[in-house]
C-alpha cells in the first residue's frame, strides 16, 4: 500500500496539470494509494505514525525538497518508525522548483517518478541533522566570520565570504570531488570551493558551527547559527533511478 | 648554490637519496590529489590536532599537529605551524614544528622548514631552507617494510 503526501502549494491552479498526469499514471501503474494534503492536517507526526502502524509500504512526498524534508523528519521522528523502519520505504514525485533532492535520487520528471516507483529500485541512507531539524542532501551557508568545531578535534576558521556545504547526498554533478561523496558511508562531507583549484574536503560526522549568518538546509530550511550538524546512520530506505548521482 | 641553515647533531644516511617515489609525479604535486582524504584549501585557516588515516593535502594554514598513517603533501603556500607525524611526505611549503616521517620524506626547493626532522629516506631539492636537526636512518623505514610484508604472509 502506498500513501502520497501531497504539499500545500500543490493546491494551487498551475500544479493541477501535473497533479492529474501523475494520478493518471499511477493508476494506469496500478500504483494507487491513500491521498493526504499537508494543508488539511496540523499534526503530520501523528498522520504518518497511523500510517505506518497500519501497515503502509511506500511514503512518497509529492511537491519540492521542503515537502521531502517535512515528510522524513515526520517518519523517522516517530516511534513506529524505529519498529518498522526496514518495512517502509521513502520516495518523491518532484512537482514545482527546488526539487534538487528528487533529481539526486535520479527522478527528474513528475511521469518519470510513477515509473521508478514501479520499478523498487531501493537504497539505504543516511540522514544529516542539524539542530532539530533533518536534511537529505546538504546544509550550507554562506559566512563572513564563522567557525567550524570539527570531530570535537580541530577548528576551521572563515574570516571572508565563504560558500560552505556539509554535504549527505550530492545533487550537484558539476561539485569538484563530488564524486567521492557517499550517503552510505556512515559520514558527511565538508566541502568549500573558493575558486578552481582552492577547495578544501574534509570528511567527519559532527560539525558544530558558531558564527554570523544562517545554515539553509536540503534548500530549503534555514537554521540560525550556532548549530551542531551531524548524521544519523543508515536511517532509511529511498527508491531511486538509475540515474541517480551517486552509486 | 646549495643554502642550508642546519644544525645537525647526528645525521645517518643509511638509505639511498630518491628524487621522488611513487606518490608523487616528476613535478612534485601529490598525483592522488583527489583521492586524498582531507584536503585543506589555499584560502583556509585550521587549528586544532588533525589526525586522520589516509592521506592528507595541506595548501592552506594549520597550527597545532598533524598525525596520519599515510601521505602528507604540504603545498607550496601552505604555512604550517604544527608537528608533523606522517608515513611519507612531500613539503613544498613553510613548516615551524618537528616533522616525523616513518619512510620518505622529500623536501622540495621552495620549503623552508623550522624544527627537528627525523625520517628513514630524505631527499633534499636545492633552494629548500632547514633550521633544525635531522635525522636519517632507513632502519626504521625496513622494519616497517618486514613487518608488512610479514603481515601479508599471514593473510
Do not use: W
Amino acid at each position: 500500500m502506498n500513501t502520497y503526501i501531497y504539499d500545500d502549494f500543490l493546491n494551487k491552479g498551475r500544479y493541477r496539470r501535473a497533479l492529474n498526469k501523475v494520478e493518471i499514471r499511477l493508476t494506469d501503474l496500478g500504483l494507487n494509494g491513500k491521498i493526504i494534503r499537508l494543508g488539511s492536517i496540523k499534526n503530520v507526526k501523528e498522520v504518518i505514525q497511523a500510517e505506518i502502524k497500519n501497515g503502509v509500504k511506500t511514503i512518497v512526498a509529492v511537491g519540492n525538497n521542503a515537502t521531502a524534508n517535512k515528510v522524513i523528519s515526520a517518519m523517522i521522528t516517530n516511534k513506529a518508525y524505529g519498529f518498522f523502519q526496514k518495512d517502509v520505504l521513502f520516495s518523491i514525485i518532484p512537482i514545482g522548483d527546488n526539487n534538487s533532492i528528487a533529481a539526486s535520487f535520479g527522478i527528474k520528471k513528475e511521469e518519470e517518478a510513477c515509473n521508478i516507483l514501479l520499478a523498487r529500485r531501493i537504497k539505504q541512507i543516511d540522514i544529516g541533522i542539524a539542530g532539530n531539524n533533518i536534511f537529505l542532501n546538504k546544509a550550507e551557508m554562506v559566512s563572513e566570520q564563522a567557525e567550524v568545531k570539527i570531530n570535537e578535534d580541530y577548528i576551521l576558521e572563515i574570516n571572508k565570504k565563504t560558500p560552505v556545504k556539509i554535504i549527505n547526498l550530492n545533487d550537484d554533478a558539476k561539485l569538484s570531488l563530488g564524486q567521492r561523496i557517499d550517503p552510505y558511508d556512515n559520514k558527511l562531507n565538508l566541502i568549500i570551493e573558493k575558486k578552481p583549484g582552492d577547495t578544501t574536503f574534509i570528511t567527519g560526522d559532527d560539525f558544530k558551527i558558531s558564527g554570523q549568518g544562517n545554515l539553509i538546509l536540503d534548500e530549503s530550511i534555514e537554521v540560525p547559527l550556532p548549530v551542531e550538524v551531524g548524521l544519523i546512520k543508515e536511517k532509511i530506505n529511498i527508491i531511486v533511478g538509475k540515474d541517480r548521482i551517486f552509486i | 648554490m646549495l643554502f642550508y641553515q642546519i644544525s645537525i647533531l647526528k645525521i645517518h644516511l643509511l638509505g639511498g637519496v630518491r628524487l621522488f617515489k611513487s606518490m608523487f609525479n616528476k613535478d612534485g604535486k601529490f598525483e592522488k590529489f583527489k583521492d586524498a582524504e582531507t584536503i585543506i584549501g589555499s584560502s583556509i585557516k585550521v587549528k586544532g590536532n588533525f589526525h586522520g588515516k589516509g592521506d592528507i593535502v595541506i595548501e592552506g594554514m594549520l597550527e597545532g599537529s598533524l598525525k596520519t598513517e599515510a601521505n602528507v603533501f604540504i603545498g607550496e603556500k601552505a604555512k604550517v605551524g604544527a608537528s608533523v607525524e606522517a608515513d611519507e611526505a612531500l613539503i613544498n611549503g613553510e613548516i615551524n614544528g618537528n616533522i616525523k616521517v616513518k619512510k620518505y620524506l622529500a623536501i622540495g626547493k621552495t620549503a623552508k622548514i623550522t624544527g627537528d626532522v627525523q625520517c628513514g629516506e630524505i631527499s633534499i631539492e636545492r633552494g629548500a631552507s632547514i633550521t633544525g636537526q635531522i635525522i636519517v636512518s632507513a632502519e626504521n623505514a625496513k622494519k616497517i617494510e618486514i613487518k608488512k610484508s610479514k603481515e601479508e604472509e599471514e593473510i
